[in-house]
């Protein structure tokens, strides 16, 4: 878990209810201070399948200037690469 993560779970105690928090993670590791991004883990030839198909038409390709942090090149132009095989 991010560094943000866990503080954001910490936050949540006692909203309700009393309670306590126990975090179960090994404090040797060295944490992200914010979660992996959802674009650098998801599937980018479904999103792309997807822009293309709606009135974005060029994909990735112009969505990719809007993101906070973009997906490698390599991962777009083996994306397109998949897409234009099938």
């Not at 949540?12 to 009393?18: A, F, I, K, S």
């Not at 038409?57 to 390599?74: A, S, V």
């Amino acid at each position: 878990a991010a560094e943000s993560t866990i503080k954001q779970r910490l936050g949540r105690l006692g909203r309700t209810q009393p309670g306590e928090y126990y975090a179960l993670y090994n404090f040797d590791v060295k944490l992200e201070p914010f979660p992996t991004p959802q674009i650098s883990q998801s599937d980018l030839i479904s999103i792309e399948f997807s822009l293309r198909k709606s009135p974005l038409k060029d994909g990735l390709g112009y969505l990719k200037e809007f993101l906070p942090e973009t997906p490698k090149k390599t991962a777009i132009d083996y994306t397109m690469d998949e897409l234009i095989q099938m």
